[in-house]
């Protein structure tokens, strides 16, 4: 006789988007887990408490809280600090947290002409009566599970609320993830709160939905990534990756909008227009091969996986025409460079008018950087770095000073606004690395400058962080910030992500002031109202150079081969070698010295670059083709 298994109980779930995310773009976490979960036969919504929090507070308020993060120059977690009160109590003394970031009192200041004690006030009222304002306006009890997505500084807000609601709601599972809870960090939480009832660590396309049988089950056998309290189980590592990124449903974004339509928008969002997050790939190809040593990208996730190029474009059709925005952001570490074959000149030639933004290796050419910008990506983060080979090499980057110029060079003439800083503090560098950069700036102030010069932190699962000795790294301990943020009895060293260290052979505070300098500098003249220009004009027989970048207009006409040869190292670096050979097939006949003394001289007149007997021209094309 047969017996037909009972039907398996349909979970109502919640997501929780926490702030201090950014309010004008929805969370790809929660969006694309609400897509997985109702994909496994689940019900799911995704609340989006830090547009509540907007509202409540008022934008303004919100994203100065949010800046002053951004831009200290320290890890001083704001954020964190001002919800960790209604997490975790007191702490340490508040004075004592300003007086280690005095930057926040100043920057608070600066902003609001208010004193610290409205941020104390925020921290121990205001953001407290808010939670417990949140914990009377959503009906818990009706769901059957609530999951976190923590990133970035959503950490503690997730953690206060999730105290909150275990302790009025007991029965109710909570469920945290995301990036602050990967690779160990997660199970550190768990083995110290009370209120965590399952920790995901690692991805979450195939953890979650089996937790979620699970549940509706009744039953707890044991699944990768998933931590439960009082399991006994050892720590349950990683959980299963998703291969076939095409298998993966696209992000829901429904309960964004209809969050931002319950608020008065300026409110919520003052100015900004939205933005979308998409995701086509996950991991680093230029990881897998050489972790870059900064790097803290894990180690386990680091295997590149990326959608194919149809579905690529087909989820990005999808979202645009369900969703009001052309301003889309990918979330990958990094390019596929297939794409520049199948997405991206599929994008070029539907003629979207799309404002795309990417991470990329610095090394694209000339003709790459035009398709992508015909494809609609107005934005580039290239991890640039350095404009110096040898810290380039130190770090393992895979790139040049001259390739990086190049990016910025082809980047500007395609109209590619470049988000890129200079990086300093690396073991075995020296002052030589950064005279040479402060030396070159002046050259490139018709290109987009560095937002900054900033030393760079040890970042868990770095190859700095996993193996210091071999980079003459130590004494390798949390930032101080988490001693301010999170109590005493959880071990900062196994939840932390930044980290301090004393690293031997760096180079002195006066050589990374001239680069700072020299950035400051170049920043000045690029806001200009006349900003400064290097271009040339092509006419028969001859190349005119404009130059403006000191403010005084120079013209220079390079006559016959001369210009050929200029324009030769104008779309890659070309050795002299090549450049005198080019010249040759044209029928000039000139002698290997006659040529590399024209283009070194054209190096000490400032309008072309060389490294290693290789040569790049600084001038850009007058003519936009
Ligand atoms: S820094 Fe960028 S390129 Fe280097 S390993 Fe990390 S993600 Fe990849």
Redesign the pocket.
């Known amino acids: 006789m047969e017996h037909s298994l009972p039907a398996r109980r349909r979970l109502r779930v919640a997501l929780v988007n926490m702030p201090w995310s950014w309010t004008y773009m929805p969370s790809i976490q929660c969006g694309l887990l609400q897509s997985v979960v109702r994909k496994s036969g689940h019900d799911c919504d995704v609340l989006y408490l830090n547009l509540d929090l907007a509202a409540w507070l008022g934008d303004e308020t919100y994203q100065q809280i949010v800046q002053i993060d951004d831009q200290a120059g320290h890890f001083c977690q704001l954020g964190e600090w001002l919800f960790s009160y209604a997490a975790f109590g007191d702490i340490r003394p508040d004075h004592d947290y300003f007086a280690e970031y005095p930057e926040v009192p100043e920057g608070w200041s600066a902003m609001r002409s208010e004193g610290p004690d409205r941020l104390i006030a925020y921290r121990r009222d205001d953001l407290p009566a808010w939670l417990e304002s949140v914990v009377r306006g959503v009906d818990w009890a009706s769901y059957d599970a609530v999951g976190f997505s923590s990133t970035f500084l959503q950490n503690n807000a997730s953690l206060a609320l999730g105290r909150l609601l275990k302790t009025r709601f007991p029965d109710l599972p909570l469920i945290f993830g995301g990036a602050n809870f990967d690779g160990g960090m997660g199970v550190a939480y768990a083995e110290k709160l009370w209120w965590l009832d399952y920790v995901v660590s690692g991805e979450g396309d195939i953890a979650l939905p089996a937790l979620l049988d699970q549940l509706a089950a009744g039953t707890d056998d044991p699944i990768p990534g998933v931590h439960r309290r009082g399991s006994g189980r050892p720590d349950p590592g990683e959980a299963a990756r998703t291969r076939d990124l095409d298998s993966l449903p696209v992000p829901d974004y429904g309960d964004y909008f209809a969050g931002l339509a319950r608020y008065d928008r300026a409110q919520v969002l003052g100015g900004d227009d939205v933005r979308l997050h998409v995701e086509f790939s996950r991991g ?1 190809w ?2 897998a091969k050489h ?2 040593t900064f ?1 803290g ?1 894990n180690k386990m996730g680091m295997a590149y996986r990326s959608k194919s190029g149809p579905r690529a474009v087909a989820e990005l059709e999808h979202l645009l025409c369900t969703y009001p925005t052309a301003s889309v952001d990918a979330t990958d ?2 390019l596929d460079m297939k794409y520049l074959h199948t997405f991206c000149s599929e994008l070029a030639e539907r003629r979207w008018d799309l404002d795309l933004f990417f991470e990329v ?1 610095a090394n694209l050419s000339r003709e790459q950087l035009a398709l992508m910008a015909r494809a609609g990506i107005r934005r580039i983060q290239p ?1 640039i770095e350095s404009l110096s080979t040898h810290l380039l090499e130190l770090m393992r980057k895979g790139s040049t000073k001259l390739i990086n110029i190049r990016l910025l060079k082809w980047a500007l003439h395609y109209g590619i606004a470049v988000q890129w800083h200079l990086l300093a503090g690396f073991p075995g560098e020296s002052d030589a690395d950064y005279a040479e950069q402060a030396e070159i700036s002046p050259l490139l102030h018709h290109l987009q400058p560095p937002r900054t010069l900033h030393g760079i932190w040890l970042e868990r699962f770095s190859p700095y962080f996993t193996d210091p000795a071999s980079f003459s790294i130590s004494g390798v301990r949390p930032q101080p910030s988490y001693g301010h943020v999170y109590p005493a009895d959880l071990d900062h060293a196994r939840i932390a992500y930044y980290f301090d260290g004393e690293v031997e052979g760096t180079a002195s505070p006066e050589a990374h002031g001239l680069v700072s300098a020299a950035v400051a500098e170049w920043q000045r003249a690029w806001s200009r109202r006349d900003r400064p220009t290097l271009f040339y004009r092509r006419l028969p027989g001859r190349l005119s150079i404009i130059d403006t970048r000191s403010g005084r207009p120079r013209k220079a006409v390079l006559e016959g081969w001369r210009g050929d040869a200029y324009e030769a190292c104008g779309d890659t670096i070309r050795s002299g070698k090549g450049v005198h050979q080019q010249l040759l097939d044209r029928g000039h006949d000139l002698s290997l010295e006659t040529v590399t003394r024209f283009l070194d001289d054209c190096c000490r007149s400032g309008v072309m670059v060389s490294e290693e007997e290789k040569y790049l021209s600084l001038a850009l094309p007058q003519n936009p083709r």
């Open positions: 680093c230029w990881g972790h870059c790097c990208l570490n990094i290796k991890g």
